[in-house]
């Protein structure tokens, strides 16, 4: 499958490494130029480029830059094949993407994504933490393999996006429509609490609307504030508790 990733940071940089491995044409690209990206990205045959030509004939597209960016790559997602599906891995942080209205109104980070892109998107991989997507993959079958949420309206789009999350090393579980996807945005039971498929379907269930933003911005502040402490270790083991304790309380 002809694959574009826009943007390598953590997952994005994985996305490229686990993608190609298991044998997908992988074009990677970021906004500084394909000489920017480091070559571990491109160790098992991704191929770095310019933004202008990752669109010509791809059948998938994962975007995975900062929510705030998304607006700016719509001539981007313009020039995608018709038939392309894009592959959505953002969240909201307002500390860091600036205030959203209509994501402060409630309304579905994925879906206002769509808006922006002008195209439906699958939302995948935003609810895996970058430590256990990087050192936690396991084949399929594992007992106890962490499980990501995949949802899209079209369910060919689901059952796409968890074929690839299954590629990446994680069960990719069928999450339903977009409208629902607010259940793994973060703040949720669901999001970045390392769940197996047994566990997800009650992580989700469990979503609270109205509490999962102060949940986030509590989340937040706690890592700010262990971060300016020259005595604290903050490591994905650190982060995971965390989510747990005030994502589930």
């Known amino acids: 499958m002809k694959i574009g990733i826009l943007g390598v940071g953590n997952i994005g940089a994985t996305l490229a490494r686990r993608l190609a491995a298991a044998g997908h044409d992988v074009r990677v690209a ?14 098992t045959g991704a191929r770095a480029v310019h933004g202008r030509d990752l ?15 998304i607006p700016e790559i719509r001539p981007l997602v313009d020039a995608l094949p018709d038939d392309a599906v894009v592959l959505d891995t953002s969240n909201y942080y307002p500390a860091r993407d600036g205030r959203v209205d209509a994501l402060e109104d409630g309304q579905v980070e994925s879906s206002w994504v769509a808006e922006q892109l002008g195209r439906p998107v699958v939302k995948a991989w ?5 430590q256990s997507f990087d050192a936690k993959d396991a084949p399929a079958g594992t007992p106890g393999r962490i499980a990501i949420p995949v949802a899209a309206d079209a369910e060919a789009h689901r059952a796409l996006g968890a074929s690839l999350v299954d590629e990446t090393g994680f069960d990719g579980f069928d999450a339903g429509p977009l409208a629902d996807s607010w259940r793994q945005q973060p703040g949720t039971p669901a999001y970045c609490t390392d769940r197996t498929a047994e566990e997800l379907p009650g992580a989700l269930a469990a979503a609270d609307r109205a509490s999962s933003p ?20 903050v490591d994905g083991d650190l982060v995971l508790g965390l989510n747990r304790l005030l994502y589930t309380a």
């Open 30 to 43: 970021n906004s500084r130029g394909p000489e920017t990206i480091p070559d571990e990205v491109l160790a």
């Open 55 to 69: 669109p010509d004939g791809l059948e998938a597209l994962v975007v995975s830059i900062p929510l705030a960016r």
């Open 126 to 130: 935003n609810a895996i933490l970058s």
């Open 214 to 233: 102060r949940r986030r911005d509590l989340a937040m502040a706690v890592l700010v504030g262990l971060s300016e402490d020259p005595t604290a270790t």
